[in-house]
């Protein structure tokens, strides 16, 4: 009875995830672990990974999910079990870490495990990580071979998923990178095309890292229409990384327009705009559960602040 029970739970989360629905996800995921403990050695190895590697995905209780993946990393080598979201879920603590390195090891062990199973899905949800941690650690080429891959993936699944959508919006991210010909048009159709799919936890992602190039390219006033948008949609899934990115770039945006030449009204318009937004959301971002990735824009842009006379 409890193995059919536990397997239920485990197809919710994995409905919920498909959906989008990460409330229900996260919630699913805890209640699986309080009736795991009466199932067999083999169904429990199989829902702590499965907890835990939904935990890591939402990235909202990253402490418990590196907690839930351990134990079922080691009840895995006691039984001889090896599964894909074993790697893949320690794969994304490792990147929320920042272990950059080992993450890449991990979700490469992933994919492996995807391929043999011809899980399409799971394909395209590790690929979609090994495409973030080249983009977050600035080698935007080597995001590239990942982005196509999940295209190509995608291309084989059936259905109306948003992974097609995901692929060109990854690969047209690393060009715009890399400042290739075109990469701002494509860019614009690939957004366009994620909220048309309505895939808004990916379109925060697309929207942040863009921003955060034009930020780098001098561009404040398109960071900021950018950064506007992904902080919306990081709302809108409530997801704490994404949010507090978003929030630190279009800070950064605005104290950059205030640099730029223009009217005094103009300027102290701006720095009240971003007063009112550091008082109105900074209370509420709690670093303690926010990504490495995260927890540096948030750090760089209180710096910022500091070092601004906003009222002026």
């Known amino acids: 009875m409890w193995d059919e029970e536990a397997t239920g739970f485990e197809v919710l989360m994995v409905l919920n995830y498909e959906r989008n629905d990460f409330a ?9 672990v309080e009736i795991l403990r009466m199932a ?3 169904v429990t190895t199989r829902m ?25 990393q080691a009840q895995a080598a006691r039984i001889g079990y090896e599964t894909t979201d074993l790697y893949s879920g320690l794969g994304c603590v490792r990147m929320y870490a920042g272990d950059y390195d080992e993450a890449r090891v991990l979700l490469h062990r992933a994919y492996q495990l995807a ?8 394909e395209c949800c590790i690929l979609i990580y090994l495409a973030r941690v080249e983009l977050e650690t600035d080698r935007p080429a080597a995001a590239l071979p990942y982005s196509r891959a999940i295209a190509c993936v995608a291309a084989q699944m059936q259905g109306q998923g948003s992974e097609a959508a995901v692929a060109d919006a990854l690969t047209a991210l690393a060009q715009y990178r890399l400042q ?13 095309q994620l909220q048309q799919v309505d895939n808004k936890r990916m379109l925060s992602y697309v929207l942040s890292s863009a921003a955060q190039a034009d930020l780098d390219g001098d561009r404040p006033g398109l960071a900021a229409q950018r950064a506007e948008a992904a902080l919306a949609a990081a709302q809108t899934v409530n997801q704490p990384s994404e949010f507090a990115i978003a929030w630190a770039l279009l800070l950064q945006s605005w104290l950059q327009l205030t640099e730029q030449p223009a009217a005094a009204e103009t300027v102290r318009a701006f720095r009240q705009q971003t007063h009112n937004l550091a ?10 559960i926010l990504s490495r990735h995260a927890r540096a824009a948030v750090d760089r842009t209180k710096r910022l602040i500091q ?6």
């Open 24 to 32: 229900r996800l996260q919630e699913h995921s805890l209640q699986a």
């Open 40 to 42: 067999s050695p083999l």
């Open 48 to 72: 702590l990974t499965s907890s835990g590697s939904c935990l890591a995905e939402i990235g909202r209780d990253m402490v418990r999910a590196e907690a839930l993946l351990t134990e079922a």
């Open 115 to 122: 391929q043999q199973e011809q899980d399409h899905w799971r």
């Open 180 to 192: 290739e010909p075109d990469a701002a048009l494509q860019l614009e159709q690939a957004i366009a």
């Open 279 to 288: 008082q109105s959301h900074q209370p509420h971002i709690d670093s303690a």
């Open 307 to 312: 070092a601004t006379p906003l009222r002026s």
